[in-house]
């Protein structure tokens, strides 16, 4: 996954280039994504994206208790 600008999560699109944002929680709950430029439409292989898939869940849990300890201290 890359920013566009240090800001959003996403990636580029293979067919027009431009950026398409997403999150974490996207990717890991939806069957795909859409560039929002060309309208190319994305498909999440669960079965090769496995593993990948299993550290983005990792990824997500982290920042859940980070932000559940950032939260928690104020």
């Known amino acids: 996954m890359v920013t566009n600008n240090g ?4 990636m580029n699109c293979p067919q027009c280039g431009n950026f398409i ?4 929680v996207e990717l890991l709950t939806s069957t ?3 560039c929002p430029h060309c309208r190319l439409r994305l498909t999440i292989n ?5 593993k990948a898939m299993e550290i983005l ?3 997500q849990n982290a920042s859940d208790k980070l932000e559940s ?3 928690f201290r104020r």
């Open 69 to 71: 300890a950032t939260n």
């Open 32 to 34: 795909g994504l859409t």
């Open 57 to 59: 869940q990792k990824v």
């Open 21 to 24: 944002p997403t999150t974490i």
């Open 7 to 10: 800001k959003t999560p996403g």
């Open 46 to 50: 669960r079965n090769e994206s496995k």
